[in-house]
């Protein structure tokens, strides 16, 4: 599985950035797709994430200003971030979580990309 993301960058605070994330590989449409967040010195953290199903949940930070999307056909998950913080500079990191399941039960893979950078200036 490959996961490539894109559309970070430099903005203003309440300016808007879209981040773009296009997987490809062994995966379905019912593996879950999200965006998390990390800067440093402390633990990535979950931003959003969509089920395959179109379900969505955010992080409290994240609720009422960003919003996740998904494109099943084209294998893409999008974050639409509007109104944004200094607090919200971090890397951005997209991952897939894959579920395999074989004759000994379930288990979950994560596939990461390699991270885009977004600078919320003040």
């Known amino acids: 599985v490959q996961v490539v993301e894109s559309g970070g960058g430099l903005v203003q605070a309440g300016g808007s950035l879209q981040l773009s994330c296009a997987a490809s590989?062994?995966?379905?449409?019912?593996?879950?797709m999200g965006w998390y967040r990390q800067v440093p010195g402390k633990q990535r953290e979950l931003v959003a994430a969509?089920?395959?199903?179109?379900?969505?949940m955010y992080s409290e930070a994240a609720k009422g200003r960003f919003t996740i999307s998904r494109d099943n056909v084209k294998g893409t998950v999008y974050l639409q971030m509007n109104r944004l913080k200094p607090e919200d500079t971090a890397v951005y990191y997209c991952?897939?979580?894959?579920?395999?399941?074989?004759?000994?039960?379930?288990?979950?893979?994560?596939?990461w990309g390699q991270g885009t950078q977004v600078t919320v200036s003040s």
């Open positions: 991952n897939v979580r894959v579920i395999v399941t074989t004759i000994e039960g379930s288990r979950a893979l994560d596939y």
């Open positions: 590989g062994r995966i379905s449409t019912s593996d879950t």
């Open positions: 969509v089920s395959g199903g179109g379900m969505a």
